[in-house]
């Protein structure tokens, strides 16, 4: 055989084994987490209990997200948190109860500060006009993320998100974000992540310094009402793709930190829109989880996500003639704990 030949073909095959080993090497760290399959649970005036974790477990749920909101006047800079006038699992002492009872059933946490503007005005909206009204702002929300960094660390929650949908504070300010992941990053040694809006997550400049790129999934799909399975399957393609290329580019896993449809009419066109009164439909509620679940979560680079939105008291939510996210008490349910309970 000629000496030329077998140089060549040894030199192809040390290229494949190093590409192969690469992709290998690549691959496995992708798939080095068990799926999220996670609830957002509500902020409520009472702590969560054994009746609340049951509804959470029987679900297929591993993870839950805690929330303690914080709240901010439309135009001011004075943010509000852990105030004597807030739901009870809103408080550091209230949230740190919820961690541990979250614990001892074994679930994992995703603490998850929150944002309110008032009149539920978009947080990827708001901005100042003062330089000072800037800092002072910064100033409070460093202190409501420090705050609950602290109790992430020292109750050893496993996951941290540093804010959510905050695209204009994020675009004008961009400095003040990096030197908040650096401070975060000294008092919290778990991961990190933070929740951007869909259409906001391309833009967001520190993916580098997460552990996960969230993303707050609210795609729209369609501009017609009952789209078939099939439909919405389609629809995702190009979404997935481009989440695909981002998780490439920044080497780190998509994470949905929200994601969730109302039990409507035409629940894939706007799904972030919350207050539209609109003809109930518990099927499209139904088909639209299957959809995404059908486009997302078997993806190498998909880290899994979070329901939007799961209430304490369960029995007396959701239910049928409600047109809300939740699928408490509805046909939705049991999409998501046929998956859950697979993927776990």
């Not at 996670?38 to 679900?59: C, E, F, M, P, Q």
């Not at 006009?129 to 202190?143: A, I």
């Not at 799961?310 to 809300?324: I, L, T, V, Y």
Request: hydrophobic share 40%; net charge neutral; charged share 25%.
């Amino acid at each position: 055989m000629n000496i030329r030949f077998l140089y060549l073909l040894l030199s192809t095959l040390i290229a494949f084994s190093v590409s192969n080993c690469a992709l290998k090497t690549v691959s496995e760290s992708q798939h080095n987490f068990t799926k999220i399959n996670g609830l957002s649970y509500a902020a409520a005036n009472v702590l969560i209990d054994s009746t609340d974790i049951i509804s959470i477990t029987d679900i297929g749920a591993n993870w839950v997200a805690l929330m303690p909101y914080g709240f901010l006047r439309e135009g001011e800079n004075k943010l509000i948190f852990n105030s004597e006038r807030q739901w009870v699992s809103e408080t550091t002492e209230g949230i740190t109860k919820d961690i541990l009872i979250s614990k001892e059933a074994n679930l994992k946490i995703m603490l998850k500060p929150h944002v309110w503007i008032s009149h539920g005005a978009y947080t990827g909206d708001f901005e100042l006009e003062k330089e000072e009204d800037w800092v002072e702002l910064e100033k409070g929300y460093k202190n409501y993320i420090l705050t609950f960094a602290k109790i992430a660390q020292e109750h050893k929650v496993e996951l941290f998100c540093i804010g959510t949908e905050w695209r204009k504070f994020i675009k004008i300010r961009p400095a003040f974000w990096h030197q908040l992941i650096r401070e975060v990053r000294t008092v919290y040694k778990g991961k990190l992540t933070y929740a951007a809006n869909w259409d906001e997550y391309i833009e967001t400049p520190f993916w580098k310094e997460m552990d996960y790129i969230g993303v707050n999934g609210y795609f729209p799909l369609t501009d017609k009402v009952n789209p078939s399975l099939k439909e919405l399957e389609l629809a995702w393609q190009p979404t997935i793709n481009k989440l695909e290329e981002v998780s490439i580019t920044y080497k780190k896993p998509i994470l949905f930190t929200e994601y969730g449809y109302r039990s409507i009419e035409g629940t894939t066109i706007r799904p972030w829109e919350s207050y539209t009164k609109v003809k109930h439909s518990m099927k499209e509620q139904e088909i639209a989880l299957q959809a995404l679940y059908n486009s997302t979560w078997s993806k190498p680079w998909f880290a899994g996500g979070f329901l939007w939105k799961w209430f304490n008291k369960h029995m007396m939510r959701g239910g049928e003639d409600h047109s809300g996210y939740t699928p408490q008490n509805k046909p939705a349910a049991v999409i998501i704990r046929n998956h859950y309970g697979s993927s776990n």
